[in-house]
């Protein structure tokens, strides 16, 4: 059995991990609920351009087509991987890498496959492999429109100057603080409604469709990254409040199990000493 002093150490050891994973988990909880209002008063007006781009697109002649949605044969593809710069979130990091991994080895197999990476932990992943074009991770340390803006009027130049044929998203959706769904999303080339739209009966445009086209193009596409950053982000502190919640339930199971062994141990020095001296005692008496 282990002696006394190495089964304190231990404990001190569980304790203080312990008081750090909680005081992490209480961090991330605060954060949370910052990031998932946001993304949560954002996904309708998101969702909404997103839906009214696609049906004015769809009606729209092909020769009147924008560059945006130009479609082309799949030659380079450029996957946006989105992650965090920090670690202790449990699965958070893995599944995207895992997803994004997928994409260049099965689903794009016969492509030549870049990445942008978005988190230190998908440019860790993949600088090894030489397929990383730029490191973006800054982005989540001033997390704005603004600077978000930046890195999609890069994604959409490459693509009207011909450089990547279609662009792809990989990001966790935030569901709530337990769940996470992987997501791949087109970006570019943008992907028209399926069937017949109709938006004449809803909309008024002024001026025409194709000029009002034009304009909301840019910013759909920049909203459409901006929301992907920003579910990546709430996601990412579901997942360390998660993580860290798990880590201070399994710390303190194994510290109370160590008290226990502790316990046990001092009990049986205690024992034998007492033996000790009742041997003595009955020596001394013969």
């Known amino acids: 059995m282990a002696n006394l002093k190495e089964i304190r150490n231990r404990i001190s050891s569980v304790s203080s991990t312990m008081q750090i994973t909680s005081a992490m988990k209480m961090v991330s909880a605060a954060k949370l609920k910052k990031a998932q209002d946001a993304i949560t008063a954002m996904r309708p007006y998101s969702n909404k351009l997103t839906e009214l781009l696609q049906s004015l697109s769809a009606t729209l002649d092909a020769d009147s087509g924008s560059k945006y949605s130009t479609q082309r044969e799949v030659n380079n593809v450029l996957v946006v991987a989105i992650t965090s710069n920090r670690g202790l979130c449990g699965a958070f990091n893995s599944n995207i890498i895992k997803q994004t991994q997928h994409l260049i080895s099965n689903v794009y197999a ?14 860790d992943a993949f600088v090894k492999q030489d397929r990383v074009i730029g490191n973006e991770s800054p982005v989540f340390d001033d997390l704005t429109f603004d600077n978000v803006a930046t890195i999609a009027e890069f994604l959409m130049e490459k693509f009207v100057e011909g450089e990547y044929d279609k662009v792809e998203l990989v990001y966790n959706s ?11 999303e087109q970006f570019l080339p943008i992907v028209p409604v399926e069937g017949d739209a109709d ?23 920049k909203t459409q990254l901006f929301k992907g950053i920003r579910d990546s982000f709430a996601s990412e502190h579901g997942a360390r409040m998660t993580a860290m919640h798990k880590a201070t339930d399994n710390a303190t199971e194994l510290r109370d199990q160590l008290k226990l062994t502790y316990n046990k141990a001092r009990q049986a020095a205690i024992t034998n000493e007492i033996l000790e001296i009742v041997g003595g005692a009955e020596a001394l008496n013969n």
Do not use: H, R, W
Not at 111 to 120: E, F, P, R, T, Y
């Open 110 to 123: 016969d492509k030549k496959v870049s990445v942008l990476a978005i988190g230190k932990k998908a440019n």
């Open 174 to 184: 935030f569901k709530n603080a337990a769940t996470q769904i992987v997501m791949t």
């Open 199 to 221: 938006t004449n009966s809803d909309y008024i445009f002024e001026p025409s469709k194709e000029e009002i086209v034009e304009q909301l193009i840019p910013k759909s596409l």
